[in-house]
């Protein structure tokens, strides 16, 4: 919608955007004469969030963002209904118990309190009650009714209070603002501190008991680590006593010893490969000798064999025992010495065969003598592997036990920690208990004012004038915008697409005789318009070449009466001789407008005598002829009137030559006006167009173009150039500027 289109309709309507608005100021006027005087009280406090004044136990680091946190919960919390509950509270033992109550109640709200059968000291009492344990009132319990209902009628129930209560921080600094605005100047002083002061008091309440909450907690805490401090501890040490695990050198000189086994096993193994290559010598020697040696060196390399062996046994025995026993050690010694015995009576035994420097007695000894010390060897290597293997079993057995000790150790000193840590915190919060108060405080008291806040009579007044007014804009404009009628001639060239003759403007058929209209001069703007509009019109039928021509419309009632006879009678004064035909079998109002005979089943009835017009100017029917045209109030209008039915042209007309007839007519009239019923409902005005030269299309201002109606023009627009425009009728004179 464009600037200008918005200007003039809202120039249409000026008198409404100028009574509604001044009524709105009126009424605005008269109500803020009502108003009472306002008072305003403002506390400060001081929050302490975002100073470090205060004394801190831990190295805290300022968070903007834990600081803003901290803002957003202190004015909830100061808002929160607990909070106004203790202002209103104070604020009815104050009225109840001082000799200048802020309010004083009227008869009639003194009288609705009797019906609760208490009185105003055991509401006092249980007020006090309330304020000290900093509770709040349910509406539930029937001993809490009768003090909500006082503090409803002084007005001091937490939600009214919150309706004029306002809590703030102060633009990005460490102060929260506390105003109240009432009808009494000390009551507003009173509210803002009484807020400040709860709000302390709650929140010193608070932070004492979640202190001491925490001190008890932490004690506990400590009291439990430390038991299981001790219990670890015992049990490690009970653990070692049951194990004899005190004394660590036991598990070093057994690791001591098994290093020295290790390199007596390895000599061992050194010097029997020395014996084995000894004695595959000599048995390579003897293989050149008499197999057969003397009995007696072979008697006693055996018994030097059994004493080594027995020597073997019991050193076995005596290392295994930790080499402490004094008499074993004495056997041991004893079978030495029988074996050095036998092996110098060996030695001091004959041999009766050589070979080389050696006899085989020699050799037969040697090989004896190597053969046993290789058994000895083996023997002893295999006991030293054994104690090896013992030592490790028991190395390792203890390993695993001090691994087992470690593991508690490692336990115990986890214990320790978590006490030392919970001990750490008890001592945090013990001390924390002790400066347990608030940083917060009021650092400026609220003060009654002495002089009212402005009632801003003036702002409401022109408030409320401006608001009615863009109200009323708006509805214009919405109204405008749903509006979804033709209205005016540009809407209806973008709506229609059709090429639009002229347009009709509105006017009071009632008030008006068209017989006359043209005749006569007139004083009224409406019918000069209305002259002048069907004089353009009249134009374009002229200049449309064509003599006979259907007058239709999309729907019913759009005017296409109204306009037949409007440009019949502009034409007749120009002396033009028009035939209405009155063609809408659905609706034959032209047939009623003038008074017309229904004859149109009649005019082609020649056989019973009906004669047409005869030829010229001149003739007129006659009350004597049996003619089917009627005359009207004008010499040069006629008309053929038709009854109302259900048939269509195309059965009416059925076998009848009514185009050579319409040819007829044209050589006594200079126009032929045919009206057909609304195409979106009937197909007659279709049957009829064969008939004529052009059709002209009749819209109504009033109307809006559906889907249907769009389907019509369509039809409209594919008639082969007989479709000659559009008439737009009954349009508003304020819209034709639009």
Not at 47 to 61: A, K, S, W
Not at 176 to 198: D, G, R
Not at 209 to 215: K, Y
């Amino acid at each position: 919608m464009e600037i200008t289109t918005i200007f003039r309709l809202l120039i249409r309507r000026i008198w409404i955007l100028i009574i509604v608005p001044v009524i709105a100021a009126a009424g605005a006027f008269f109500f803020t004469l009502k108003i009472e005087k306002k008072y305003k009280s403002t506390a400060q406090l001081a929050t302490g969030f975002t100073t470090n004044d205060q004394i801190n136990l831990t190295n805290e680091r300022f968070s903007l963002y834990d600081a803003g946190m901290k803002f957003n919960n202190m004015l909830e919390t100061m808002k929160s209904e607990l909070i106004l509950s203790q202002v209103g509270y104070r604020l009815l033992i104050h009225d109840l118990t001082e000799d200048s109550p802020f309010r004083r109640l009227s008869s009639s709200k003194l009288n609705s309190l009797e019906k609760f059968d208490v009185s105003q000291s055991e509401i006092l009492k249980k007020a006090q009650q309330k304020l000290a344990r900093i509770e709040v009132l349910s509406p539930y319990l029937p001993e809490d009714e009768a003090l909500i209902e006082y503090l409803k009628i002084y007005g001091y129930a937490s939600w009214m209070l919150k309706n004029d209560i306002s809590i703030d921080r102060i633009n990005n600094t460490d102060y929260v603002s506390v105003k109240y605005i009432s009808e009494n100047p000390l009551l507003s002083a009173f509210v803002v501190n009484a807020e400040s002061e709860e709000y302390i008091r709650y929140v010193n309440r608070n932070r004492t008991n979640i202190s001491n909450e925490s001190v008890s907690f932490f004690a506990e805490l400590v009291e439990e680590k430390k038991k299981i401090l001790d219990e670890k501890t015992a049990f490690i040490n009970n653990f070692k006593a049951s194990n004899n695990l005190f004394v660590d050198d036991q598990t070093e000189f057994k690791t001591r010893q098994i290093s020295q086994f290790e390199m007596l096993r390895q000599d061992k193994l050194d010097k029997i490969q020395g014996l084995r290559l000894s004695l595959a010598s000599v048995n390579s020697k003897m293989e050149k000798m008499d197999p057969n040696l003397p009995n007696s060196r072979a008697a006693i390399n055996q018994k030097i064999l059994e004493i080594r062996s027995k020597i073997n046994e019991l050193n076995q025995i005596y290392v295994n025992g930790g080499s402490k026993d004094t008499e074993l050690l004495a056997t041991i010694n004893t079978f030495r010495e029988q074996l050095q015995i036998e092996m110098n009576i060996l030695a001091n035994t004959p041999t009766s065969t050589t070979i080389g420097s050696q006899s085989k007695e020699e050799l037969l000894l040697a090989k004896e003598q190597l053969e046993l010390e290789l058994q000895i060897e083996e023997r002893s290597l295999s006991s030293i592997s054994l104690s090896i293997v013992t030592l490790k079993n028991s190395v390792s057995g203890a390993l695993s036990k001090e691994a087992t000790i470690e593991a508690l150790e490692r336990e115990i000193k986890t214990a320790s920690e978590e006490y030392l840590q919970a001990l750490d915190k008890y001592n945090t919060e013990k001390n924390k208990s002790r400066i347990s108060e608030t940083s917060i405080e009021l650092i400026i008291r609220g003060q009654p004012n002495g002089s009212p806040e402005s009632s801003k009579k003036i702002l409401i007044i022109a408030l409320a004038g401006v608001g009615s007014f863009g109200l009323c804009v708006l509805a214009i404009l919405m109204v405008e915008f749903f509006d979804m009628t033709i209205k005016n001639p540009s809407r209806f060239k973008s709506l229609a697409r059709v090429n639009l003759m002229g347009q009709i403007n509105q006017i009071s058929i009632e008030e008006i005789n068209l017989s006359l209209l043209f005749k006569s001069k007139t004083k009224k703007p409406e019918l000069d318009n209305y002259k002048h509009f069907l004089s353009k019109i009249r134009f374009e039928i002229e200049h449309s070449g064509c003599k006979c021509i259907l007058f239709t419309s999309t729907k019913p009632r759009e005017g296409k009466t109204f306009t037949i006879l409007s440009l019949s009678y502009s034409l007749s004064l120009l002396n033009k001789k028009i035939l209405l035909i009155d063609t809408n079998f659905r609706n034959n109002s032209l047939t009623r407008s003038l008074i017309a005979k229904p004859n149109f089943d009649k005019m082609l009835m020649q056989d019973n005598e009906i004669k047409l017009l005869v030829e010229g100017s001149d003739s007129r029917p006659t009350s004597n002829t049996k003619n089917i045209v009627s005359s009207t109030n004008d010499k040069n209008i006629d008309i053929i009137g038709s009854n109302v039915g259900m048939q269509t042209p195309a059965e009416i007309l059925a076998g009848r030559n009514f185009d050579s007839m319409i040819t007829s007519f044209k050589d006594s009239y200079d126009y032929i006006f045919l009206e057909g019923a609304s195409l979106n409902e009937y197909s007659d005005s279709k049957e009829l167009v064969t008939f004529v030269d052009g059709v002209v299309s009749v819209f109504s201002a009033r109307a809006s173009i559906k889907q249907n109606d769009l389907d019509s023009i369509s039809y409209l627009k594919k008639l082969n150039g007989k479709l000659i425009g559009a008439v737009l009728n009954n349009v508003k004179v304020e819209d034709l500027n639009s």
